[in-house]
């Protein structure tokens, strides 16, 4: 194949990708779900307590998901990319090599 080169370099990005992915769930998303925890631990109380819960669950944290969501969108893509590209290989090189015996069994 002639672009067999990519399949590795996608690899090393789909990697990093997925490291970006848990950074955000491990460094993001879990000192968030344990701010709410020590909040409605009792660490806060009253009703701006409860609002501040409100918008974190509601708002802040769906933000979130959807950030994740979309860096594993990215590497999905990045996949599918990659796989479009080794089977328009394939198929190129294959008609290459038709091209090739064609002429052959003509000259």
Same mark, same amino acid.
């Given at each position: 194949?002639?672009?067999?080169?990519?399949? !590795? %370099?996608?690899?090393? @990005?789909?990697?990093?990708? *997925?490291?970006? /992915?848990?950074? #955000? $769930?491990?460094?993001?998303?879990?000192?968030?779900?344990?701010?709410?925890?020590?909040?409605?631990?009792?660490?806060?109380?009253?009703? !701006? %307590?409860?609002?501040? @819960?409100?918008?974190?669950? *509601?708002?802040? /944290?769906?933000? #979130? $998901?959807?950030?994740?969501?979309?860096?594993?969108?990215?590497?999905?893509?990045?996949?599918?990319?990659?796989?479009?590209?080794?089977?328009?290989?394939?198929?190129?090189?294959?008609?290459?090599?038709?091209?090739?015996?064609?002429?052959?069994?003509?000259?």
């Amino acid at each position: 194949m002639l672009f067999s080169f990519i399949a !590795d %370099a996608v690899d090393n @990005v789909i990697d990093q990708i *997925t490291g970006q /992915l848990k950074s #955000v $769930a491990d460094d993001v998303e879990s000192p968030i779900n344990s701010l709410v925890g020590v909040i409605t631990g009792g660490a806060w109380e009253g009703d !701006d %307590a409860t609002a501040m @819960v409100e918008e974190i669950t *509601t708002v802040v /944290l769906p933000m #979130v $998901a959807e950030l994740i969501a979309a860096i594993a969108g990215i590497s999905t893509g990045v996949g599918n990319a990659a796989q479009l590209v080794q089977d328009t290989d394939a198929k190129a090189e294959g008609l290459v090599g038709d091209l090739v015996n064609t002429f052959g069994s003509i000259f």
